[in-house]
């Protein structure tokens, strides 16, 4: 009876633990994006930054493992790292596989995975992996494994009409072999390989690229294969094109509202625009709150490459933290990086590991209150305010304020529909010498030199 009992308290323990695997208990993490080869190398703090960023930079499981508590302290707890597989020449992303079955040696060995995500784990920082079933690397396909005949293999065309779904689906992306899914092997194999390496790695969820080039019927048994969170790339701005992969999988990546952000922070354009988009997307997503919310990756020039305004990068990242969706933060952000178009934005963060700097800062105080609100992301979100030049919102009983008026700029309104009741004290967490009492008539907010505010009860 003894045994029966503490075999069933081991399995209670084992579920708990891995309580991430499911869509609900993604909802309230906040995610950082790594590329393995670009955050750390074992022991680099020392070293200069990498001067070739198309060639492998010696970034490494044991580098990430090292660095953990860099990311710990900024407030995430839950990181997506860059495809782990053996890839072709060069691949030091991780997108061109050459052996899925197989760990490229240039980030360590099986082990050393092994070793990064438990000690993840033991921090409480879930780990997701990115995957690719579109496509494989460049070279000799008889070389690779398991997919090595040309039956496996949709005829060489490439993608010129990006509007032509079947040439999307059926032809390759900038070159690189296109894998046949309607082939019972492909299908078969991919399934048995993503709930393999998800339980081999013991992995929390998956990041799965290309999503468009794969038939949707696909994605659906990929998915019950996967059996943990799904968040795909479809870069795609329209909302009725992101919604047909939602379901199958669990999430999309909102490339409809990083375009929005783009708008509305990088080049000025009116905040309503951001209304505009969150509003389609309620009445066409069943569960707004589970789509990836950022405003840069390794796919697109940095932020602050198209604005090097910090003041309106903290407003965007205010709304990617705070807003509706799960907040994914790129690597590098923090130590405010400004890299163009690929490769140029996936520069070696080592060794900028400087956790004073102002954007480190303000996004581990964001974090760091986040984590004081019971399921934050699952609070409602109720518009509060929204103009040309300020929106303002609330998620439970925390209202934030954002402008995109830029540094020196101000404005300033009156919000009469407000979380708090009369009487209430507010007060502004980034600036806690900023109060305010709530009266009949609301308040009266004033920005000045653009920054972002967030209030909540004194």
Wanted: one cysteine or more.
């Amino acid at each position: 009876m003894k045994t029966i009992s503490v075999a069933i308290l081991l399995l209670a323990l084992f579920y708990s633990v891995h309580a991430g695997y499911k869509a609900s208990a993604w909802r309230n993490k906040v995610i950082y994006q790594v590329l393995v080869d670009r955050f750390a190398g074992y022991n680099s703090d020392s070293w200069a930054p990498c001067w070739d960023l198309k060639e492998y930079c010696s970034g490494s499981f044991k580098g990430l493992e090292q660095k953990l508590g860099y990311i710990e302290n900024m407030g995430f707890d839950a990181i997506w790292i860059s495809p782990v597989v053996e890839n072709t020449d060069k691949g030091y992303h991780g997108y061109w596989a050459k052996d899925i079955y197989k760990i490229n040696s240039h980030y360590g060995t099986a082990q050393e995975l092994k070793n990064l995500v438990t000690a993840a784990h033991n921090k409480g920082i879930w780990v997701m992996l990115d995957v690719v079933a579109n496509h494989m690397g460049y070279g000799d396909i008889s070389t690779f494994y398991p997919f090595d005949l040309d039956e496996h293999y949709h005829p060489s065309c490439e993608i010129v009409d990006w509007g032509n779904q079947w040439e999307v689906e059926n032809c390759r992306l900038a070159g690189l072999p296109d894998l046949k899914q309607e082939n019972k092997f492909v299908k078969d194999e991919l399934k048995y390989w993503v709930d393999w390496i998800v339980k081999e790695y013991n992995f929390d969820g998956i990041r799965i690229d290309t999503i468009p080039e794969i038939p949707v019927w696909f994605w659906s048994e990929f998915h019950t294969s996967a059996n943990v969170f799904t968040i795909g790339e479809a870069f795609n701005g329209y909302v009725d094109y992101l919604k047909k992969y939602v379901p199958p999988l669990d999430a999309v990546l909102n490339y409809a509202m990083y375009y929005a952000f783009k708008d509305v922070f990088m080049y000025k354009q009116s905040m309503t625009r951001i209304r505009d988009v969150l509003n389609e997307e309620y009445s066409k997503f069943s569960d707004v709150q589970l789509l990836g919310l950022f405003l840069d990756n390794h796919d697109v020039p940095r932020f602050l490459n198209f604005n090097s305004d910090w003041t309106l990068l903290k407003n965007n990242l205010a709304w990617v933290l705070l807003g509706e969706g799960i907040p994914i933060v790129y690597y590098g952000t923090e130590q405010a990086y400004s890299g163009g178009s690929d490769p140029k934005n996936r520069e070696s963060l080592y060794p900028n590991f400087n956790q004073n700097h102002a954007i480190y800062e303000f996004i581990k105080q964001i974090n760091d209150y986040r984590k004081t609100v019971i399921n934050y992301n699952a609070q409602g979100y109720v518009e509060r305010y929204v103009s040309s030049d300020m929106f303002a919102w609330s998620k439970g009983y925390t209202l934030i304020v954002t402008s995109n008026v830029g540094s020196g700029g101000s404005t300033s309104a009156t919000f009469s529909y407000l979380p708090f009741g009369v009487g209430t004290t507010i007060v502004n967490l980034l600036d806690t010498s900023e109060i305010h009492t709530v009266q009949s008539w609301g308040i009266y907010v004033t920005i000045s030199n653009g920054q972002p505010k967030i209030f909540k009860q004194l």
